[in-house]
């Protein structure tokens, strides 16, 4: 036992208890305040806190936990974040009955995603209950009939099957057609429907 109020038991040093549980346990009850600081007060280049860990890719490198050790976010040794999930299928995975991003800036707000190449996928994947349903974004150059230098918007994944709004860099839009070679091209393979309507009075006359 020190001045610090530690404690050595079998090879554990507590902080705030005689039973450590770990090589490192500090244990307080502190109302409103936190249980530990660290200040680098060096300001060159002063950094935080270096933690090694976690030789297999599904240890956790650090696992942060509320006060009854429910699961609230992990860092694991294969460079995956899960908020909500100890297991992350992509490098950030957010898992929760309010799963949710908000960007709240008094300037401006940026979501960039940025692709290595036109034959790579840029897009975000809309899913409900795990079942892939629409796409989004950059088309896939690997796709017949797409450049990838194309925005679109349908139900394959780089606008592979069935791209129902196609967008090309010239500005031409299709909707039922990969290659539009009008400013705006609809195409179907059967009848083709253009319908406008209004529930107030409308003139054909410019």
């Known amino acids: 036992t020190g001045s610090?109020?530690?404690i050595h038991t079998a090879g554990n040093v507590g902080i705030g208890t005689t039973s450590p549980a770990y090589p490192l346990h500090v244990s307080c009850s502190i109302d409103g305040d936190f249980a530990a600081l660290f200040h680098n007060t060096d300001i060159d280049n002063g950094q935080g806190?270096?933690?090694r860990a976690g030789a297999d890719s599904g240890e956790a490198i650090l696992s942060i936990r509320d006060q009854a050790s429910n699961l609230k976010a992990i860092f694991r040794a294969d460079g995956r974040v899960g908020i909500g999930t100890t297991s992350p299928d992509r490098m950030m995975e957010i898992e929760g009955?309010?799963?949710a991003i908000h960007l709240d800036s008094s300037a401006n707000a940026?979501?960039?995603i940025d692709r290595g190449a036109a034959d790579d996928i840029g897009q975000?994947?809309?899913a409900t209950a795990g079942s892939n349903t629409w796409y989004m974004g950059m088309a896939d150059s690997?796709?017949?009939g797409l450049a990838g230098t194309e925005f679109f918007i349908g139900e394959g994944s780089g606008g592979d099957g069935d791209a129902h709004l196609v967008i090309t860099?010239?500005?031409?839009v299709g909707i039922g057609t990969a290659s539009?070679?009008?400013n705006l091209t609809v195409a179907s393979s059967g009848v083709t429907n253009f319908e406008v309507e209004s529930t107030a009075a409308y003139s054909t006359t410019p």
């Open 142 to 144: 690997d796709v017949s």
């Open 4 to 6: 610090f109020g530690s």
């Open 169 to 172: 860099d010239s500005g031409n």
């Open 180 to 182: 539009p070679d009008g």
């Open 49 to 51: 806190v270096l933690i």
């Open 110 to 112: 940026f979501l960039h």
């Open 124 to 126: 975000i994947t809309y």
């Open 97 to 99: 009955s309010e799963a």
